[in-house]
């Protein structure tokens, strides 16, 4: 991988998970860098999906990017249920 496919990894990953955690009612207390973690993740897995259904992968496809979008609702929704909430003081 290239540093190029990396950050645009990263770039994407920020972009996906900030739409899942968009989706997901209520307040979540996970940090930012967590959101984009769950989103680089998101976006390998809902590519892996969308090709073990046959949809193509290739370039931009919008039913690889909803894909992309439900799995990050389901991680932050997995993560902000096991992350412990911040403190307020």
Same mark, same amino acid.
């Given at each position: 991988?290239?540093?190029?496919?990396?950050?645009? #990894?990263?770039?994407?990953?920020?972009?996906?998970?900030?739409?899942? $955690?968009?989706?997901?009612?209520?307040?979540?207390?996970? /940090?930012? &860098?967590?959101?984009?973690?769950?989103?680089?993740? #998101?976006?390998? #897995?809902?590519? !892996?999906?969308? %090709?073990?259904?046959?949809? $193509?992968?290739? !370039? &931009?496809?919008? &039913?690889?990017?909803?894909?992309?979008?439900?799995?990050?609702? %389901?991680?932050?929704?997995?993560? #902000? %249920?096991? &992350?412990? /909430?911040?403190?307020?003081?």
């Amino acid at each position: 991988m290239t540093i190029g496919g990396i950050v645009s #990894a990263v770039v994407l990953g920020a972009v996906v998970g900030a739409l899942g $955690r968009l989706i997901v009612p209520g307040r979540q207390s996970m /940090p930012a &860098w967590l959101t984009v973690l769950v989103g680089i993740v #998101a976006a390998f #897995a809902g590519t !892996g999906l969308c %090709a073990m259904v046959g949809l $193509r992968t290739s !370039g &931009w496809n919008f &039913w690889e990017t909803i894909f992309q979008v439900g799995v990050a609702a %389901a991680g932050v929704c997995a993560v #902000a %249920a096991f &992350w412990p /909430p911040r403190s307020h003081r």
